[in-house]
């Protein structure tokens, strides 16, 4: 298992020079940070093929939150940026990716829900279960798991989609909470100053 934290494209916004196909504008600068992560990876999957890896590994890219829309991202059409519970700060995107057949026999898209939580079990599921897990590093199944095993639908297509349901923020100090259901959000805004507007609202993401 190897898990890579880029720092591509986070603050503090910089590259170097040999990554910039342009020098006009702010996005610049962001698109010289996707390149640098690009070659990094191009870089990783090289190491792998070098070591007869490849064929055996199972590539997740995953995005933690929408980018600042304030400092060169964009989030398209979606609203809010990262720090909002707007669908443009949370719903991001993310791939699975195998040349083993046998390790992903399905390939497609999902709209289903997939929390980052998830890939906890899921990953566990797809390297052998938690029976190999415990013999590999001795430690056992947690007895409470806030994470769901996503890997017969992820991989096989099996069933409906295994979430439902996701809490997507609770802070009491903020006074802000978000939550999904099906194809529902709920948005709850407390504010400190009675001259703001509470929000209490839900909304239709999909009919």
Known sequence: FLYLAMQSV???????????????????????????????MTDVISYL?????????????????????SVYSSNGHLWGSKGHLWEGGVRTVAFM???????????GSTTCYVHVSDWYSTIIAISGGWDAYSNNTGLEMPTELDTIDQSSYLLFNN????????????????RVAGYYKKQYKLLIWQPKTARLRVLNQYFILST
Not at 97 to 107: A, E, G, K, L, T
Not at 159 to 174: A, F, Q, S, Y
């Open 97 to 107: 990716y195998s040349v083993n057949q046998d390790i992903m026999p399905n390939r």
């Open 159 to 174: 069933g409906t989609c295994p979430r439902t349901e996701i809490m997507l923020h609770i802070d009491p100090v903020k």
């Open 10 to 40: 986070h603050s503090p916004y910089f590259a170097p020079s040999k990554y910039y196909d342009c020098t006009d504008n702010e996005r610049c600068t962001m698109q010289a940070m996707l390149k640098a992560a690009e070659e990094l």
């Open 49 to 69: 093929k070098e070591a007869n890896m490849w064929d055996d590994t199972l590539l997740i890219y995953h995005s933690d939150n929408g980018g600042p829309s």
